[in-house]
């Protein structure tokens, strides 16, 4: 077999590089194996990365097994909860380029054979998508794992996650829960490792990375603590060299066959809005651009199938138990939504969900309904276009109450979430209001900040069924109800949402797919003519450079 690392291995040149791989203490017979880059980001402040040593451990004893030799590399992570609602938020979409960038100039750098990445949390795994693509050698991904989900007092009622606490702290100000009621929830709502334990980005994610096809069955649900977590990552480290020994890369897997078949299992369970920002990056890395039309498309012509938290009271644990992405998929199938050409680290994506059809799976009806009777005939997520939006919004169809479904109310206009936050909280929103927060998309943010506090303040405030937000930022996956965003132009780049003014009437319309500012053509006019760019908000460092250079929110955000 020749491989990559024959270029650092072979030959009287190569002396210089394999006395530096015998100081790591590689010996003579293992400078003729292939090389695997296990890519991990470990780190002990994310709940959900800080058992990847474990992951990684595992990883590499499989790639041993199957006759490789694994080094272990490390990226960054940023905790999006951990980050919310402070300047630390602003870095958090920053991260996914910064990890993409790590693993090009690692894995180029030292010429690797193959490739098995572990993320586990919200912009680690489309950042190692984006560099796993980018240098295109054999890849599978398997990551930490989500965490168990906490439970009511006396175990009784729907179980508790993050959002209960962000929803909580809004209770306590408006005196409907008691601060001991939430300290309760804060020491037990995330009881284990894991990334949280909702379909929310970071399990969105891992679950989209079994639809593409790049990493084994069992990734997206399989709980942190289980120890099936572990024989998963020994057999990811086998199947990365199956992989080598039949050239299978990563672009070979993450194919338009493969970004379509994600996008609709992201309808059919109902993924968190960032899988529309990240699988649109992912598409273009891939070579298969996709733009928010088709992911309208894929909403049109995909029941949504699964509800879990936040758009139902079920944690993604439930639906581990009854067969996890899988069964999904082979609904999918069932109604000629899967795309059955697809190359998996399985093999074809058609020959292996005839396999599982065989075995006689299939969806259980209730945490993963069947096509012939879904929650809803159309997807799970829903893209906005009007004269507020021209190039797209996109909100969670499956979140919203039914009563918010249409809504049209005066415009309370803010700069900043922060400045939002001190109005919600202090009472200044009222039911029938839309809250616009502008000037927080990728360039004007930057780094398209989520919006989860002023979200979660409205539902704590019991405005969550009279209440709309609309936002060029973006949201976390687990906010809930009329939350509006990645509108688009952003605000910073003079698009109509820069133009609102205080009390102006806005319609969301999401049944109808429009989101509408009533305001006449000529004003609007007047308004952009008077319009000035506010100066940037970051003036060096990262973030300066990322405004410089980062796409649309409807492009995916992508920085090239």
């Not at 980005?201 to 399989?222: D, K, V, Y």
């Not at 493969?258 to 891939?286: P, W």
């Not at 704590?460 to 996956?477: E, K, N, Q, W």
């Not at 003014?501 to 989101?515: A, K, N, R, W």
């Amino acid at each position: 077999m020749h491989m990559r690392s024959d270029a650092i291995k072979r030959g009287p040149a190569r002396a210089p590089h394999r006395s530096l791989l015998k100081a790591d203490g590689i010996t003579d017979e293992e400078l003729k194996r292939p090389l695997v880059a296990v890519f991990n980001s470990h780190n002990d402040i994310i709940p959900g990365h800080n058992n990847l040593d474990k992951i990684a451990e595992a990883v590499k004893a499989g790639i041993y097994m199957a006759g490789g030799v694994p080094f272990e590399l490390s990226t960054i992570g940023v905790c999006d909860g951990i980050a919310m609602n402070h300047d630390g938020m602003h870095y958090s979409l920053v991260s996914r380029e910064v990890i993409a960038d790590s693993l090009e100039c690692a894995v180029q750098g030292h010429a690797f054979d193959a490739l098995v990445c572990i993320p586990n949390c919200d912009k680690i795994v489309p950042g190692m998508l984006l560099g796993a693509l980018r240098v295109n050698i054999p890849t599978v991904f398997v990551s930490g794992g989500p965490m168990l989900a906490g439970k009511q007092p006396g175990g009784c009622g729907p179980t508790t996650d993050l959002n209960t606490l962000f929803d909580g702290a809004a209770a306590v100000q408006n005196g409907s829960m008691t601060e001991d009621e939430l300290k309760y929830y804060e020491d037990t709502a995330c009881p284990t490792c894991g990334s949280c334990s909702g379909m929310f980005t970071a399990n969105s994610m891992n679950c989209l990375t079994e639809a593409l096809g790049i990493a084994l069955p069992g990734n997206g649900t399989i709980p942190a603590v289980y120890s099936e977590r572990i024989r998963l990552a020994k057999h990811a480290g086998m199947k990365a060299m199956e992989l080598l020994e039949r050239g299978v890369c990563a672009r070979d897997i993450v194919s338009a066959a493969a970004v379509h078949n994600a996008m609709a299992c992201d309808m059919a369970f109902g993924g968190s809005t960032n899988t529309v920002l990240h699988l649109t990056a992912i598409a273009r890395e891939a070579g298969c651009a996709i733009d928010l039309d088709d992911w309208e498309a894929a909403s049109e012509a995909t029941p949504h199938l699964v509800k879990l938290q936040p758009s139902g009271p079920r944690p993604l644990s439930d639906l581990y138990e009854v067969g996890g992405v899988g069964v999904v998929l082979d609904e999918l199938n069932r109604l000629g939504r899967i795309d059955r050409r697809a190359v998996t680290c399985m093999g074809v994506m058609g020959e292996y969900l005839d396999q599982r059809a065989a075995r006689g799976l299939r969806a259980d009806g209730e945490v993963c309904r069947t096509c012939d009777n879904p929650f809803s005939p159309t997807g799970a997520l829903k893209v906005l276009h009007g004269n507020l939006a021209p190039d797209g919004a996109i909100v969670k169809k499956s979140a919203v109450d039914p009563a918010m479904l249409t809504h049209t109310g005066p415009a309370r206009v803010f700069g900043s979430e922060e400045a939002a936050c001190e109005v919600i909280n202090t009472g200044g929103i009222v039911a029938g209001d839309v809250v616009v927060i502008r000037y927080e998309g990728p360039r004007g943010g930057p780094g398209m900040r989520e919006m989860l506090t002023p979200t979660s303040s409205i539902v704590g405030r019991g405005l969550g069924a009279s209440v709309a937000l609309i936002t060029d930022g973006r949201f976390s996956g687990a906010t809930k109800g009329p939350a509006v965003g990645h509108v688009s132009p952003e605000a910073a780049a003079g698009g109509p949402i820069a133009l609102v003014e205080e009390g102006d009437l806005v319609t969301v319309d999401i049944e109808g797919g429009v989101l509408a500012l009533h305001v006449d053509d000529a004003e609007l006019e007047r308004r952009r003519v008077a319009w000035r760019a506010p100066a940037p908000k970051h003036d060096h460092g990262v973030l300066a450079k990322y405004a410089k250079l980062v796409s649309s929110a409807d492009k995916g955000a992508y920085v090239s």
